[in-house]
């Protein structure tokens, strides 16, 4: 799927090739054609279609306010289905046919780590909006991020198992079909067990649909907390089928569990359960709350979630970077882009580190009447 920035009429056959001429002389010229691979339907089509929202509300700012260098950006977006492989295919295309200058995305670790080498590879800067696994820019020197990374995500998690509730006994159930669920479970555990004691340790893949037999395992464990380093699709259902094996102490989770579906489907299963995420719009700054409205003015009323955030940031950044490096060199991008120092983003102060990492606080959030409730805000 291609969301291209200007209304086509339907035309006839010969009419399209000459679009199609113009197209392409507008993409090789007369715009920035900047690429976007996304979840935008599928398992996470929450992450997907949130962070794209962000992302094209971003554009729409920059081009109205004159673009980058003169020229307008043309976003390129293209759907992964959120399935293994696809994220390779599409980065492969925007690259080698679209000839993108640069490249956002994914959310989920485990699709940002297929792409990553391409773009490395290709030497076209790629910005994660998301992913929180430090193997994705470890990748190289082209792939940066404007999120935290999960040794801090699961220090946050495991403090507040042990400070604010209280907590000594926690189990661990954790995706092994996702990196980013796999690193947040050990560095939650690694951080839990100077203090603490992991009562067990259990695995499901991502996309099953009965996990009784852990969870059985689990309660008998008797832990006094269980995190979760999953996504919100298959934590609704862990945790369904948690409270009707009567496992009723409290679940916790990182930003995965962030989609609004883990509402809808969990509904009153996952009240009064704990997650850390980037941002929340009621501890925003002033350019956080500046962005919650014109999100709200464009998208009819709808909240911004973390995704959406960080999908603005991510396209903000880039937009930035391109206007500093006067050139659309995928070399003098990555330059200025590792040169971003003190960017006031939606989701905070910006800067980038010597790993292409955003050092930022993490928020954490608690379900409460079917909604997201924010408690509290972790500095690094
Ligand atoms: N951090 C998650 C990952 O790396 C993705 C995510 C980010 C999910 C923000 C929700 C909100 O896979």
């Known amino acids: 799927m291609t969301f291209r920035h200007r209304t086509l009429p339907l035309l006839t056959a010969s009419a399209l090739a000459l679009n199609a001429l113009t197209s392409c002389k507008e993409g090789g010229g007369d715009t920035i054609v900047i690429g976007e691979y996304a979840s935008l339907t599928g398992k996470e089509a929450n992450f997907g279609t949130s962070c794209h929202e962000g992302t ?11 673009g980058v260098l003169g020229k307008k950006i043309e976003l390129k977006t293209e759907d992964n289905l959120s399935k293994a492989g696809e994220s390779a295919n599409i980065v492969n295309k925007l690259i080698s046919k679209d000839q993108v200058v640069a490249i956002l995305g994914e959310v989920a670790s485990s699709r940002s780590l297929e792409a990553a080498p391409i773009a490395q590879q290709n030497g076209i800067p ?12 470890e990748t190289g020197d082209y792939v940066f991020r404007v999120c935290f990374i999960d040794p801090f995500q699961g220090t946050v998690m495991a403090n507040f198992a042990q400070n604010t509730l209280k907590v000594s006994k926690v189990a661990v159930f954790t995706d092994v079909k996702s990196d980013y669920s796999k690193g947040l479970a050990k560095f939650f555990k690694e951080r839990f067990a100077e203090n603490g004691q992991i009562v067990a340790e259990l695995d499901y893949s991502g996309g099953d649909k009965d ?18 380093p999953g996504y919100y699709t298959d934590v609704a259902l862990i945790r369904i089928q948690a409270r009707q094996l009567g496992l009723d102490v409290p679940f916790l989770g990182g930003d995965g569990w962030e989609g609004a579906d883990l509402l809808t489907i969990g509904k009153e299963a996952v009240e009064g359960d704990y997650f850390s995420t980037h941002y929340s719009p009621e501890a925003g700054s002033p350019k956080g709350k500046e962005f919650v409205e014109a999100y709200k003015a464009r998208y009819n009323g709808k909240t911004p979630d973390a995704m959406a955030a960080l999908g603005y940031d991510s396209a903000m950044i880039l ?21 971003t120092k003190d960017y006031e983003a939606a989701t905070g102060r910006i800067t980038l580190n010597e790993n292409r990492d955003a050092v930022k606080a993490a928020v954490i959030l608690q379900v409460q009447g079917g909604t997201f409730k924010y408690l509290e805000t972790v500095e690094p």
């Open 56 to 66: 094209l509300l971003a554009v729409e700012q920059i081009n109205a306010a004159g």
């Open 126 to 137: 790629m910005i994660s909006p998301a992913s929180t696994n430090p193997k994705v820019t």
């Open 211 to 228: 996990f009784r037999a852990q969870l059985t395992t689990i309660k008998n464990s008797n832990p006094e907390a269980v995190f979760v």
């Open 319 to 339: 937009a930035d970077a391109i206007q500093r490096a006067g050139s659309t060199e995928g070399a003098k991008i990555r330059d200025a882009l590792a040169a």
